[in-house]
């Protein structure tokens, strides 16, 4: 079935650091690729989404390119802020049976250190 | 516009024990999910419905998990003689029809510890 791979956390980085967080997705059909980010205390919230092959997902500096040919949708920041330290979740929706359920990652902790 | 929510936001029970978790999508979404989240992991997908109906219920672990949506609103969760390995996260979302259909939206989750 489909799945989704990210590296394992913590990532601890100082504040304005560049920051990658792995993600690599099997799967039999064209999903679409996600990252949310849970911040301490709070729920999933969506952070970026890209549709198809080669599109760039980006929100507040956060940056993720659909890459078909590599099955990965890695997730980038050129520099973290404090702010930025929560748990973030790669996840794929699986459009083969209609029901667009997501598939999760198991979550990358980054800690961001002033 | 308001997000979804659930209730209760914490729910402690004994072995053995029936509970119920309550979701309210947001307004006029039409498909709803319900994912466990595991300390130190993803959610995982239970059960999605569209509409009224349970479109996919083929996360839901075994028989004692139950789910309705009575009038396409909101969602009850039901666990029937809870297990301790039941405890977890219980998370909802909700999204639109298509072509927006593939962003969900989630509540903040319920946070059942089954002693």
């Known amino acids: 079935g489909d799945s989704v791979t990210q590296m394992e956390g913590p990532v601890t980085l100082s504040e304005e650091a560049f920051l990658t967080i792995n993600c690599t997705y099997t799967?039999?059909?064209?999903?679409?690729l996600f990252w949310y980010v849970q911040y301490p205390g709070e729920g999933l919230q969506l952070l970026l989404k890209?549709?198809?092959?080669?599109d760039k997902g980006s929100n507040k500096g956060f940056e993720a390119t659909y890459r078909k040919e590599t099955t990965s949708f890695h997730l980038e920041k050129g520099s973290v802020q404090v702010s930025d330290s929560a748990v973030y979740f790669c996840?794929?929706?699986?459009?083969?049976?209609?029901?667009?359920?997501?598939?999760f990652g198991t979550g990358t902790r980054l800690k961001v250190l002033a | 516009g308001a997000g979804v929510s659930q209730t209760p936001s914490n729910k402690v029970t004994e072995k053995g024990k029936y509970v119920e978790l309550r979701c309210d999508p947001i307004?006029?979404?039409?498909?709803l999910y319900w994912y466990r989240q595991s300390l130190g992991q993803g959610p995982e997908f239970l059960i999605y419905?569209?509409?009224?109906?349970?479109?996919?219920d083929s996360g839901l672990p075994n028989d004692r998990f139950f789910a309705v949506r009575p009038e396409g609103s909101v969602s009850t969760l039901k666990i029937q003689r809870t297990e301790r390995g039941d405890s977890a996260v219980y998370l909802c979302?909700?999204?639109?029809?298509?072509?927006?259909?593939?962003?969900?939206?989630f509540g903040p989750g319920t946070r059942l510890l089954v002693l």
């Open positions: 979302a909700s999204s639109s029809l298509a072509p927006q259909a593939e962003t969900q939206y």
């Open positions: 799967a039999t059909g064209y999903p679409s």
């Open positions: 890209a549709t198809k092959a080669d």
């Open positions: 996840a794929l929706s699986d459009e083969s049976s209609g029901t667009y359920k997501y598939i």
């Open positions: 307004s006029g979404h039409t498909a």
């Open positions: 419905f569209q509409g009224t109906g349970a479109a996919d």
